[in-house]
Nanobody, 123 residues
Framework: QVQLVESGGRLVQAGGSLRLSCAAS????????MAWYRQAPGKQRELVAA???????NYVDSVKGRFTISSDNAKNTAYLQMNSLKPEDTAVYFC?????????????????WGQGTQVTVSS
């Protein structure tokens, strides 16, 4: 089994910064991709940022230039540095990982989600 644990969410004023962390643990051969999604009340979950094991990143347009995703492959951990936060960034942020592991004797790639961490940006 694989577990993802997020941390770092809290209440912050507009213009402030936060750093989210996501640590993966369990039966992991390799993490191919880690990503951060967010879901605001009444809205669909959206991809915020993603990073591959090779370091390729992509971002939703609304956070480009403000958020930075990074990872420490040795620690199976991803980070999301969020600067110049806006009230519209308020959401529950979820970590997602695409994990390669052995299952029933075969290598498989499975998707896992964390429990989410609340980010609230006050105006």
């Amino acid at each position: 089994q694989v577990q993802l644990v997020e941390s770092g969410g809290r209440l912050v004023q507009a213009g402030g910064s936060l750093r989210l962390s996501c640590a993966a643990s369990g039966s992991i051969i390799k993490i191919n991709r880690m990503a951060w999604y967010r879901q605001a009340p009444g809205k669909q979950r959206e991809l915020v940022a993603a990073i591959t094991s090779g370091g390729t990143t992509n971002y939703v347009d609304s956070v480009k230039g403000r958020f930075t995703i990074s990872s420490d492959n040795a620690k199976n951990t991803a980070y999301l540095q969020m600067n110049s936060l806006k009230p519209e960034d308020t959401a529950v942020y979820f970590c997602n990982a695409e994990v390669a592991r052995i299952q029933l004797g075969s290598m498989v790639s499975l998707n896992y989600w964390g429990q989410g961490t609340q980010v609230t940006v006050s105006s």
